[in-house]
């Protein structure tokens, strides 16, 4: 394991901000810190950095107790969504800076600078000043400054949370890319659960200060430890007693035994999926089809229906979990 995070607990005044969290980070992986804003991801973060200290616990890295050693002893890369890159000077020189400071020869800088900016796509940009660069562009320098003194971890806070949807969603695909070419451990902050999905190799769901589940996206998404997790991570209707995804539900025209009535109140088409609102007595049950089920279907709002778990499904991932089970 590369980070062990053993019974962390961090209070502002009266309020826990972490409550005794352990959590073991291994080797060469990407693992996001996932949860809903002002669950402790960020303070978490800090603490592994250093730039924060727990009331009581332990931080490990690589096997030796950092819980006292100061953010310079710690050899972390540290990149947050709104960067401070140095205005005044060159992406390169911006990019060497922290070699500059341990005074490693300027040909080893050089080379390293060449290096780390092919590996973020800047090489024509080494020349520029950060206020010519595009936000996504800024971040990718940030990256490559956080790896110049080869850290032994990556820590990154939201780093694309300031940027616009297409760019956000260019970076992750990027970063997934990076970090198969180096490999370097990386935790990353953010409570986006698709972009925790997408990316991540493993997923630490943070809430209230308190871990709630911790796993690969496929696990978080097939087998969630609880309702909170499910929520989170995907969309979610009750039908029943039972909490289910919209599309792991079907829609049948002829009567099934493990099929209940309803009637169709409501058809939206988003995007390529068409998402349909039952009423099953009181209860308004939605349903995602594909464009092309729906339409093979032949139905319209006040059809007569039966909804059901995919068989595959209740075969697959068990029986859906009660409400409220934990
Ligand atoms: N220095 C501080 N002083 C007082 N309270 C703080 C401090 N830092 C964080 N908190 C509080 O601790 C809680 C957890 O904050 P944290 O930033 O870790 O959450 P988060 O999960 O990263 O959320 P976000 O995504 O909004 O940053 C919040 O309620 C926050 O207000």
Redesign the pocket.
């Known amino acids: 394991m590369s980070i062990e995070i053993v019974n962390v607990s961090?209070r502002?005044?009266d309020?826990v901000?972490?409550d005794n969290v352990s959590v073991s980070i291994p080797s060469g992986q990407l693992t996001a810190?996932l949860?809903?804003?002002?669950?402790?991801?960020?303070?978490?973060?800090?603490i592994i950095a250093g730039l924060?200290t727990a009331d009581s616990g332990r931080i490990e890295i690589e096997g030796v107790d950092a819980t006292k050693l100061s953010p310079q002893k710690r050899n972390v890369g540290f990149v947050f969504q709104h960067y401070a890159a140095f205005k005044h000077l060159s992406v390169a020189r911006n990019v060497a800076f922290g070699l500059e400071i341990r005074k490693r020869p300027k040909d080893e800088i050089r080379e390293r600078v060449h290096e780390l900016l092919n590996l973020v796509h800047l090489s024509q940009f080494a020349d520029r000043l950060p206020s010519q660069l595009s936000g996504g562009q800024r971040q990718r320098m940030a990256l490559a400054r956080a790896l110049a003194v080869q850290p032994t971890v990556l820590l990154l806070?939201?780093p694309f949370?300031a940027l616009d949807a297409k760019v956000r969603k260019e970076l992750r695909d990027w970063l997934r890319r990076l970090h198969d070419e180096v490999h370097v451990t990386t935790v990353f902050?953010?409570?986006d659960q698709e972009e925790a999905l997408e990316v991540a190799d493993e997923i630490v769901v943070?809430n209230e200060?308190r871990v709630e589940q911790i796993g690969s996206p496929d696990e978080l998404y097939d087998a969630p430890a609880n309702d909170f997790v499910m929520r989170f991570l995907g969309p979610v209707t009750e039908l029943g007693d039972r909490l289910v995804r919209p599309h792991d539900l079907q829609l049948l025209t002829g009567g099934e035994p493990d099929a209940v009535p309803g009637r169709i109140t409501r058809v939206t088409r988003v995007g390529f999926e068409i998402r349909v609102v039952v009423a099953v007595g009181e209860q308004p049950v939605t349903v995602t089809l594909t464009r092309n089920e729906f339409l093979s279907l032949d139905l319209q709002v006040g059809s007569e229906v039966q909804v059901r778990v995919a068989p595959e499904v209740a075969a697959t991932v068990g029986q859906p979990r009660l409400l409220g089970a934990v």
């Open positions: 961090k502002f005044g309020f901000a972490l810190l949860g809903p804003s002002g669950g402790g991801k960020s303070t978490l973060l800090r924060e806070d939201e949370g902050v953010t409570h943070i200060g």
